[in-house]
């Protein structure tokens, strides 16, 4: 752990603090391009424990296989947080799709690029984990696939919620923060592939996306 002053608070002096020496350069400069700190790391590790103790609660009496079902990429920061946390056995498995603008129904917007296998999916608990619920397409369209793919039971767990962006009628079992309709990035979440490794979620700068 390195300390390095460059006189600036926010978004930068925090990577000053929690930085550790090979990577301080290129992380700094990600979140340079970070307006403001929206949830920080602490805030983000401790809701995980709150949803961690509800999903063990709801779980542990089930008897089925808890799989925690990552949606790829931007869930695995997250993932990685939440499947620490829960103190149950748990499995992971991971699924990739895409989804197409426009429409305003989940079916046909959604195409799976890498589906799960498991051949225990009638005995398993799938909870879906998403980083962020935008239109409500992909997570509606997953939670209907693997229904009937025939998965014991289906539920979702979203790490952030942005309720004013939806198209569908959409709303995951478990949900961390509730969050306006900015650009967001860090904690798993990217644009253009970059800020995915930022430790904490921030609010991408205009500038940035309008280039
Ligand atoms: C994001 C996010 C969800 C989806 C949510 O994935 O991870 O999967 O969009 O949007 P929706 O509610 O409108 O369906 P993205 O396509 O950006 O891929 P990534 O996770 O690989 O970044």
Redesign the pocket.
């Known amino acids: 752990m390195i300390r390095k002053e460059c006189g600036k608070s926010g978004a930068a002096g925090l990577m000053t603090e929690i930085l550790q020496d090979g990577k301080l350069e290129i992380e700094n400069q990600a979140a340079l391009d970070v307006e403001r700190v929206l949830i920080s790391e602490n805030e983000i590790v401790e809701r995980v424990g709150e949803l961690a103790r509800m999903i063990e609660a709801d779980y542990k009496n089930s008897g089925n296989k808890l799989v925690l079902l990552g ?5 695995v920061v997250f993932m990685a947080e939440l499947m620490k946390q829960i103190r149950l056995p748990v499995e992971i498995d991971f699924m ?4 197409y603008g426009g429409g305003t129904t989940s079916t046909g ?2 195409e799976i690029k890498l589906d799960i296998r498991r051949r225990d999916i009638e005995t398993s608990d799938i909870l879906i984990v ?12 997953l939670v209907d696939y693997l229904k009937l793919r025939g998965a014991a039971s289906v539920r979702t767990v979203t790490l952030l919620d942005k309720p004013s ?3 569908v009628d ?1 709303e995951p079992d478990y949900r961390g923060f509730e969050i306006p309709d900015e650009f967001v990035v860090g904690y ?3 644009f253009d ?1 970059k800020y ?1 490794a930022l430790p904490f979620v921030g609010v991408l700068k205009h500038k940035v996306y309008e280039k």
């Open positions: 949606i790829l990429k931007g869930s990739k799709v895409s989804s917007n959604v998403e980083d962020i619920i935008d239109s409500g397409r992909t997570l509606s369209y962006r939806r198209t959409f798993g979440l990217d592939e995915r």
